[in-house]
């Protein structure tokens, strides 16, 4: 096996929090603040963000994708979400910072529960969105203290070897992959905006810019993003203020018939020349109240509202999808050799692991990168939803334990995510029947038909009605959007409690219920799924349902064949057989024999 290309093992937690925010509350009193807040974000309000926007992390030592701190003179908190129960305690100094649960108590409320009369709190405006300003600034004036913007954010004055920003490649996305070209794509961009009646639109998210203009960068790890910002009129050519100097000679050729380029230090000043007089489209998502304020500073007025781009870029055409199953078969093939691998290997271990599944997708062609770092998690570490295996917490896969791996790859034609979860030895009696029911709630969701216009949302009960008979459940959703060689997390689209966008034909989900026994083991069981019409002989409304895009099989020893239906049943044998007869003509005779044995008729 080779060395790991696209992640690292180093233990990506500082733990030293105490110092860190003690020098940053030296600061805070030096200009006048009482309090500061940090969110997990860069410019973008994006999930995955560049080393230098990591504040969150070095300041506190949470390494996780979503949380917020907030530092006050004589307490702090760090609010996270259920993904992160077991790990915000033990990444952060308890003694100093307090990890507070998202489902007991918001960011406002603990705000309001701990500010007090006179105080000033501060916030950075690149950080926070309007709408996230708007209810920071009610809780304040609820309590009588005052909410105040910084010039320059405190952190950053404390962190001595801050990284630089980012300066990757920028390289155009093909037409063939794309699907769609550039000016076609602005036609439908602008028929949104249109009928918003805004003369422009501010392009802040670093997805949307990459889909709208068919270019892919490399300024964020494991996610193909360009960071910068495009203006978009109604009329006129659009501009792009990318970040990065190095943009690639073909992308500029291809660019040039239909935009401008422009480094994104031109940006603030060419948002001052669009704005007098004009109501400019801001993401209400991604776009910094630093914008809103400088357009409204201009003499223009910043309209907040919905991307249109988001909207039609979760809608994958023909091209996106083919390109899509193409990547997903590829990825069966690593996947299968990997659990094949896996089911023979001795004194595993979950760093070994991680690099043995990366090499396997390393030699099927195309990788660019994985999606997001492997959560390889044998046992214990099993039940940490975010579990991020470092060579300090490295264990060993025992006999009688349960192994999560939890992966996705980056590859040219599509972005996979698969969470498989196996038997090391024979299980016990509980992990089957834990196992069985996860199983049955993804089954559910594979399975569903639903009226066009449904939402996340209206099924995603489905994922845990098999639970829930057990009186269980999981602290995630059930499914996240995915996008094509874009970001393994893409909205609006996604099936949780909180889904409220209606489901349409083209969009790509995940499917992944789960259940976590703290101290034991973890158990999730993820494919990605793409929403299509179904046609229902004798119904009466347009329907949709799911294609199951992803191609590996479930652990046999783990399923409780009497917890299954008949529907259950036939479901899971239809599905091996099809992963069987798909990947099998690209295995090798070995590898070939242990997949005819793994997706074997349920007894």
């Known amino acids: 096996?080779?060395?790991?290309?696209?992640?690292?093992?180093?233990?990506?937690?500082?733990?030293?929090?105490?110092?860190?925010i003690a020098a940053l509350r030296t600061i805070l009193a030096a200009e006048g603040l009482d309090g500061f807040v940090v969110p997990r974000a860069d410019e973008h309000q994006s999930e995955y963000v560049p080393p230098g926007a990591e504040r969150l992390a070095w300041l506190t030592g949470f390494t996780g994708s979503a949380g917020t701190a907030v530092i006050l003179t004589d307490?702090?908190?760090?609010?996270?979400?259920?993904?992160?129960?077991?790990?915000?305690?033990?990444?952060?100094?308890?003694?100093?910072?307090?990890?507070?649960?998202?489902?007991?108590?918001n960011v406002e409320a603990w705000i309001g529960a701990h500010l007090t009369r006179g105080q000033v709190l501060g916030y950075d405006p690149w950080l926070h969105t309007p709408d996230g300003v708007a209810?920071?600034?009610?809780?304040?004036e609820k309590v009588g203290a005052?909410?105040?913007?910084?010039?320059?954010?405190?952190?950053?004055a404390v962190w001595a070897d801050r990284p630089g920003a980012p300066a990757g490649p920028v390289v155009p996305h093909p037409l063939a992959l794309a699907g769609e070209a550039i000016p076609e794509k602005l036609v439908r961009i602008r028929a949104a905006l249109a009928k918003a009646a805004c003369a422009a639109l501010v392009i802040s998210d670093p997805h949307n810019l990459a889909w709208a203009f068919n270019l892919r960068g490399a300024d964020v790890a494991h996610t193909p993003l360009a960071l910068g910002y495009a203006i978009l009129p109604l009329e006129g050519r659009p501009t792009l203020f990318l970040a990065s100097p190095d943009i690639a000679p073909a992308l500029r050729a291809a660019l040039a018939p239909v935009a401008d380029l422009r480094p994104r230090s031109a940006f603030e000043t060419a948002l001052d020349g669009l704005a007098k007089g004009r109501t400019i489209r801001l993401d209400a998502a991604t776009a910094a109240i630093a914008l809103k304020v400088r357009i409204e500073a201009a003499g223009g007025v910043a309209e907040t509202g919905p991307d249109p781009i988001t909207a039609l870029k979760a809608v994958k055409n023909e091209a996106e999808i083919a390109g899509t199953r193409a990547a997903h078969l590829r990825d069966g093939v690593?996947?299968?050799?990997?659990?094949?691998?896996?089911?023979?290997?001795?004194?595993?271990?979950e760093i070994a692991a991680v690099e043995a599944l990366e090499d396997f997708r390393s030699e099927g062609g195309l990788l660019r990168d994985v999606s997001f770092p492997t959560i390889s998690g044998s046992g214990p570490n099993g039940a940490i939803v975010h579990y991020r295996v470092s060579r300090e917490t490295d264990r060993r896969v025992r006999p009688g334990e349960l192994f999560l791996i939890d992966s996705g790859a980056q590859y040219a034609d599509g972005t996979t995510d698969i969470t498989r979860t196996v038997a090391v030895g024979p299980p016990t009696d509980l992990m089957r029947d834990r196992f069985t029911r996860v199983l049955k709630g993804h089954i559910a969701i594979a399975r569903a038909v639903f009226p066009k216009g449904t939402t996340g949302a209206q099924i995603d009960g489905f994922a845990r009605a098999a639970l829930w008979d057990a009186g269980l459940d999981f602290d995630h959703g059930t499914g996240h959007g995915v996008g094509a060689f874009l970001s393994v997390h893409e909205g609006p689209q996604r099936i949780a409690k909180t889904g409220t966008v209606p489901l349409e034909a083209g969009m790509i989900l995940s499917n992944e219920p789960g259940y976590y026994r703290a101290g034991a083991y973890g158990i999730r069981l993820e494919n990605l799924v793409l929403v299509e019409p179904r046609a229902i002989p004798g119904g009466e409304r347009p329907m949709l349902g799911f294609e199951t895009l992803t191609l590996a099989p479930f652990d046999r020893r783990l399923v409780a064949v009497d917890l299954l239906g008949p529907a259950e049943h036939a479901w899971i044998d239809a599905y091996h057989a099809r992963v069987r007869d798909a990947l099998g003509p690209h295995l090798d005779a070995p590898t070939r024999a242990w997949l005819d044995a793994a997706t074997r008729p349920l007894a």
């Open 334 to 349: 690593a996947v299968v050799r990997f659990l094949a691998w896996l089911d023979g290997a001795k004194g595993l271990t």
């Open 1 to 20: 096996m080779t060395r790991v290309r696209f992640q690292t093992f180093d233990d990506p937690s500082h733990r030293a929090g105490a110092a860190r």
């Open 146 to 156: 005052t909410l105040r913007a910084v010039a320059a954010n405190p952190v950053d």
């Open 135 to 140: 209810r920071l600034a009610r809780v304040a």
């Open 75 to 105: 307490t702090a908190a760090l609010v996270v979400d259920g993904r992160y129960t077991l790990q915000a305690p033990a990444q952060v100094d308890t003694a100093v910072i307090t990890p507070v649960q998202l489902a007991e108590t």
